[in-house]
């Protein structure tokens, strides 16, 4: 078996244009989290997968210089960038991740993981519910499953959003969810919006330079500023959301 984390990311973001290569404690926010991730003890490597168009050369070169590697693929059938992807690299288990989660905590990915292995799961995750921060999603699935989302997902944002199909009733997948030990989901540590930049750079302030930090010294950086919730009140899945909306206007 071959788990490859596969870390999407892109240039051309609606909302903040430009944020992979935002700086991170002197790296781009993407390698910031390629490194982060890459802690994984379940993982056999970590993948950016962004795309061949030219809006992300810079993407593939700050990635390249950085020594990581880097896959590039569909701009806009994110889904079809993942399969792939998957299929170019011989990835047998795949982690999906965002690329706009640089805090992502490496012992949350592995224990997705073994939440999938140990159920014999098709898919595994700990956002149906959430219980972690916005901002700490982690999905694990297998190939075969992924080749047939990449087969049956026809629509707009299934093909955008890669694991929609799959954790869809009519898909049928043996699923399972991986809960925290306490309902964190209020917590928005993703990065959107300019101040959602804001909020994790001051959390950085609080933590180890060497990114060796996980969710509950997150936690306790929260705890030390009460203020920072109140920095950057958006909505969870806006993305998604919006997707589902331009969806139901086409067709309307």
Same mark, same amino acid.
Request: hydrophobic share 45%; charged share 25%; proline share 6%.
């Given at each position: ?24 404690? =002197? ?11 890459? @802690?994984? *003890?379940?993982?056999?490597? &970590? &993948? ?15 990635? +390249? ?30 982690? @999906? ?14 224990? &997705? ?33 992924? &080749? *047939?989302?990449?087969?049956?997902? =026809? ?5 955008? /959003? ?11 997948? /043996? *699923?399972?969810? /991986? ?26 302030? *609080? ?17 030390? +500023? ?7 009140? /958006?909505? @969870? ?8 909306? +331009? ?6």
């Amino acid at each position: 078996m071959t788990t490859l984390a596969l870390i999407q990311a892109r240039m051309s973001s609606s909302r903040l244009p430009g944020k992979a290569l935002e700086p991170l404690q =002197g790296v781009p926010l993407t390698v910031y989290m390629a490194r982060r991730t890459a @802690r994984a *003890r379940r993982l056999d490597g &970590v &993948v950016v997968v962004t795309s061949s168009d030219p809006s992300d050369d810079p993407l593939a070169a700050a990635l +390249e210089a950085a020594a990581l590697p880097v896959f590039r693929g569909d701009l806009d059938d994110v889904l079809k960038r993942y399969a792939d992807a998957a299929a170019a690299l011989g990835a047998t288990e795949i982690v @999906r991740l965002t690329g706009d989660c640089p805090l992502i905590d490496p012992a949350v990915i592995d224990a &997705v993981i073994d939440a999938r292995r140990a159920a014999g799961a098709d898919y595994a995750s700990n956002i149906d519910p959430p219980t972690y921060p916005d901002g700490l999603d982690v999905e694990c699935f297998t190939r075969d499953v992924l &080749v *047939r989302a990449d087969s049956l997902a =026809g629509r707009a944002p299934e093909r955008e /959003h890669v694991t929609l199909w799959m954790r869809g009733a009519a898909a049928g997948l /043996h *699923r399972v969810n /991986h809960r925290a030990i306490a309902d964190f989901s209020a917590l928005r540590l993703t990065i959107d919006y300019a101040d959602d930049l804001v909020l994790v750079r001051r959390l950085l302030d *609080r933590l180890p330079v060497d990114g060796d930090f996980d969710l509950f010294d997150l936690l306790r950086a929260f705890s030390a +500023e009460s203020a920072l919730q109140a920095l950057n009140p /958006h909505e @969870r899945n806006e993305g998604l959301a919006k997707s589902l909306a +331009e969806e139901r206007g086409a067709t309307a």
